[in-house]
């Protein structure tokens, strides 16, 4: 969607800290950032009780000897409520979740060990992500790895292969599922200080207790068959929603000194319109649009706000049948400016 001139000097408008300026309709949105207590509340409590209970399921299915295609099974629906769980671990690290600070931090950490997520070191890497994403001079934070055609053209075979490995589906979001979440979060970002270091180290520990617990009550054997595949099917679903949210047909990216935050939202997030079941398992971050327009704004408002705002509901939406052909785009054509396939 393109975002015209007339459209950035309208009568009322907004400057941030930077100088940017913001349409009048962008005001409307600090109306749906008050959290609400009642509403987190019954988020946890709609998600984690049927969470726990699948679990249940499962185990009660390995101990009376069923087929382990059963818990299987059971696995597909409680893998799409850790996906929702996920989506309230998010909201935390904005802190948006709870009005209170100290509320989003202790869900924020108590989230984090049933996601295998440390909050204090995402934290630092995913609030870094709005302030840079789509800036192709400020690339590494919290994103999918993306080279430019010509970046990739100019570079190594070795370094071409690499890049054609990690971007294929089967690695990126199979094998990344299982990489990033039992591994990669085990350890913090190399730019991180002692409090996100401390945090990790707090949030494996915490996973820690909670595995050697569930091994003692069902043994290894139960917590590693169902744990894994959970774990897994999620992951790999959450992995492909931040994808398809940043990496879709046209999209937006710039070099820092041309990059506009109106853009960077409108162009270069899009508006994966699912399903209600799903935008419920996924906590409306389809809207991802107006998240990064206005990342306070706690996920069981963000339907609301684009009910209510007539510009926000201009920008095109990415059908699951569309999104499926994103995984083909690999690069960012500057020249044509637009994502592309390999050459």
Known sequence: MAIHESERIKSVEEKSKTGQIWPDWHQQLKYFRPSNRLEAAWQLLNTMVPYFCLWYLMVRSIQLGYSYIWTLILALPAAAFLVRLFILFHDCVHGSFFKSKSANTFFGYFLGVLVFTSF?????????HHGTYANLDSRGFGDIWTMTLKEYENSSTMKQLRYRIYRNPIVLVGLGAIFNFLFYNRIPDLRVKRKERMGVTLTNLLILAVALSAARIIGWRAYLLIQL???????????WLFYVQHQFEGGYWARKNEWDPLRAAMEGSSFYNLPAVLRWLSGNIGYHHIHHLNPMIPNYHLKKCYDSVPELRAKAPLTIRKSIHCHRLKLWDEKLQKMVVFP
């Open 120 to 128: 204090e070191d995402w934290r630092f890497t995913h609030l870094r």
């Open 229 to 239: 595949p959970v774990l897994w099917l999620a992951g790999g679903a959450g992995i």
